[in-house]
């Protein structure tokens, strides 16, 4: 992994890559990242930059690969699922990161994105399945709650 | 949001799935009531508990554990490090050595997952084609390995001690039983293993077909002629060790499978009990995180956005069906019982004519033993006769039926699951015409001596080894068929939509990985292979070495030739199914070989059973051999007065399980209004911080 992070350096930083941050653009060419569509809320949520440019280092490196590899347990993928797919960071989902999360999962372009109504019978219907105190969002809990029954997600969430 | 966030907590930890993911954790190692700490305020409260932990006799979650980056878990290990010095000396002990053992366990578990079989192979197929076709090539493994365990088994009891025995190794010998009672013109059966010179093309004939050299050879059952053997000073009793290990093999392979679909069948039923969670997984759980190709990656989201909008299309059609005016049912329930009719009519044609091919194919090839002359014309088209008819059966029946299907107006969900069925079906169901049509040849007797005997003794005085050969023709050439269409289709197919740019064949384009048409295509091959190691017991090193070469050659041919499915199945719950099929297949297997052992007489001239009237007769004889007080338990297990109490006794045991579901599911619903109530409950919403 070190290695690896040390690619990603200009070639004047390596020596002390422990100390150094790797800028958003070059981590978004990692081959894992580079196809996804959540590479930003990725980078968003594993940085600790206090300045907001989403820059990495390499503990924000290795906390992403070991949340993504086969070893992290589904209480901790779940609770940084939630944290990628809350865009406006509120600590709940509600209908707006809903709708940029399909979106998101379409495909970026015009003629992949699914109608409105679609879009509004989607978002009731998740919300009908997870939401449960009925109050228009999903909190981590319930989040948490639909996702351990979902027979995929420690299938998919699941980097080499 | 906090707190209101803590409160909804509690009551969704009191939910039996929690309870027992909970149970399942503590079974784990740690029995800490699950805390996800979310912000230092929290952590300072995980700490502060530290030191209370001196009364539990449990270990801490590892830090790795704790969703938190990596400068808070360093302070979590501290404060955890810092509590040891508050535990007393063996509580100490228990925590390091737990601890040790955990990442000892870990390590192990690591190593061993490298002595997997195709381990990289299906890692990569999984990141360039997703995980439904993964799941195939995972199947595909597991058959491997099941098959290769058959073999195993079956050559350790059965082939090897023959083997022994007739070379004379281990100071061996063998007790010929005298027959008694038995006609003497059962037992005439020389078969002709080439004697002399013959030509290289026969060779080849005979290895294709099964018969001449390949015939007296220890694949096939007439070559077991012995009764018991002394190894040693040890006997063997080698037709109780043939049934036993026959026996043996289907119960490990059902135990096997059941063992693998356990994991499915929970998820399904939870699935199909609630409606409700397939949006909730597609949508969070749709993403494979494991695509790295923006290809692929194009791909799919392509197929979420069509599965999103299919799903949403199904929902409004199920709104639309529960809508249906009378005059409509009516009329699509007599189209729909109409294309079944069809639907049958185009199944017995199927039978009927793998059973006319099947007498034909008997009727004119050169069985081992003829009293006229050998018909050297008897061509091995005609031997395979009964392997082609299925063959192109279960070709073309699945076309046919995914067109009928269109008319039946079924939700698209279903009717994939309806063609599917009517294929699987169609596949098993062949083979089991082609038995049946051979045994109604074996067993057709006219004569008085024949009867004497129990079946045609002139034309098939070893009618196991013609069973265990048609098994063997039918395996060879399923697995020419799929040699021959990745060389002869796939790959001319590609090179034409590479080359040639005009419209029709740009339109046709590369074909799609089905991955049911595969995976029934498998389990069809795998079927064959459970019918028919009774009767040829080196089948299963077949079927191996038959699934490792099919593996690679999928491998490739998936590579080059195709492209990704734009509906991709669901790999959870595609296991599953592959799984219910092949058991299926199993349990369809146990009827052919149930009927051939206990019913049909075993034939007088060859085989370890030439002394008792059926197969399963020597279990008995054995039994009887047995000490009085063992065999009155025998006996008395075997008996009504035990089968109907244990009979009942099951039913009580499934009333029990199946009424505790209920009430599982009640205090699911009451919880579930329960925390729609309390949001709204002043006594609950304590002020926040």
Known sequence: AYKRFSELLPKEERENACSARVPKSQILTLPELRANPFQHRICRVFSTSGDGDDSMSFEDFLDMLSVFSDSATSDVKSHYAFRIFDFDDDGTLDRKDLEKLVNCLTGQGEESRLSNAEMEQL???????????????????????????SPDFARYGVLQ | EETRGATPVDFLQQLPSYQSALRR?????????????????????????????????????????????????????????????????????KRTS?????????????????????????????????TGIQSYFSFLRFLVLLNFIIFILMFSLVTLPSIISKYGMFNSSFAKIPPKNIEPHCTVYEPSGNKGLVYFYTYLKDLLSGTGFLEVTVLFYGYYTIDAEWISIQKYNLPLAYLLATFGYLALS????????????????????????????????????????????????????????????????????????????????????????IVIAVLSGCFYSIYRATVFSQENSNVSIRHDV??????????????????????????????????????????????????????????????????????????????????????????????????????????????????????????????????????????????????????????ICWIGTFFSPLLPAIATIKYFIIFYIKKISLIHTRKPAARPIRASSSNFFFLVVLLIGL??????????????????????????????????????????????????????????????????????????????????????????????????????V
């Open chain 2, 25 to 93: 954790r503590a079974t784990a190692g740690t029995q800490e009531r699950r805390s996800a700490p979310q912000d230092p305020a929290e952590l300072r409260a995980a700490e502060g508990h530290g030191p209370q932990q001196e009364g539990d006799e449990v270990a801490a979650r590892p830090a790795r554990e704790h969703p938190l980056t990596i400068a808070e878990k360093r302070r979590l290990r501290y404060c955890q490090q810092a509590d040891i010095k508050y535990l007393s000396g063996w509580k100490q002990w």
């Open chain 2, 254 to 341: 059902l135990v096997w499978i059941i063992k693998r679909s356990v994991g499915g069948f929970k998820q399904n039923l939870v699935h199909n009990k609630d409606p409700f969670q397939s949006y909730c997984n597609k949508v969070f759980a749709g993403w494979d995180f494991c695509i790295t190709d923006p290809n692929a990656a194009r791909l799919k989201h392509r197929s979420l956005q069509y599965e999103l909008q299919t799903d949403l299309e199904e929902e409004r059609l199920k709104r639309k069906i529960a809508d249906r005016t009378m005059k409509e049912k009516l009329r699509i329930y007599s189209l729909r019982i109409f294309i079944n009719i």
């Open chain 2, 587 to 688: 349990i369809l297997a146990f009827i052919p070989l149930g009927i051939s052992i206990a019913h049909i007489p075993s034939s007088k001239a060859c085989g370890p059973f030439r002394n008792f009237d059926t197969s399963w007769a020597v279990v008995p004889h054995t039994i009887d051999g047995f000490p009085t007080g063992l065999r009155q338990v025998l006996y008395g297990i075997a008996s009504e007065a035990f089968a109907v109490p244990f009979f009942m006794v099951i039913c009580l045991i499934m009333f029990y399980f199946i009424a505790l579901a209920g009430a599982h599911k009640r205090v699911v619903e009451q919880l579930r209004e329960q925390l729609v109530m309390v949001r709204f409950d002043p006594l609950f919403c304590s002020p926040k």
């Open chain 2, 374 to 527: 050998r018909r050297d014309s008897a061509n091995l088209l005609v031997q395979y006769l009964p392997s082609m008819v299925i063959t192109l059966a279960n070709f073309i029946a699945p076309q046919i039926f995914s067109f009928l299907i269109r008319f039946e107006d079924y939700s698209p969900a279903f009717e994939i699951r309806l063609t599917l069925m009517r294929c699987v079906f169609v596949r098993l169901a062949n083979i089991g015409v082609l038995l049946f049509s051979l045994w109604s040849q074996i067993s057709y007797c006219t004569t008085d001596k024949c009867n004497a005997c129990g079946y045609n003794y002139e034309l098939y005085p070893c009618w196991e080894s013609e069973v265990g050969q048609e098994m063997y023709k039918l395996m060879i050439f399923d697995f020419i068929i799929i040699l021959a269409v990745i060389l002869f289709v796939d790959f001319p197919r590609k090179l034409l939509v590479t080359h040639c740019s005009c419209k029709p064949v740009q339109w046709c384009g590369l074909q799609e990985f089905g991955i049911s048409d595969n995976v029934l295509e498998i389990i069809y091959g795998q079927t």
């Open chain 2, 98 to 130: 737990s601890k040790s053992l955990k990442k000892v366990l870990g390590e192990v578990k690591e190593l061993s997952s490298y002595l997997e079989l195709w381990r990289h192979d299906i890692h990569s197929i999984e990141g360039k084609f997703g």
């Open chain 1, 123 to 149: 978002i009731q219907n998740i919300l009908e399945e997870s939401d449960i105190d009925k109050d228009g969002t999903i909190n981590l809990s319930e989040f948490q709650h639909v996702v351990s029954r």
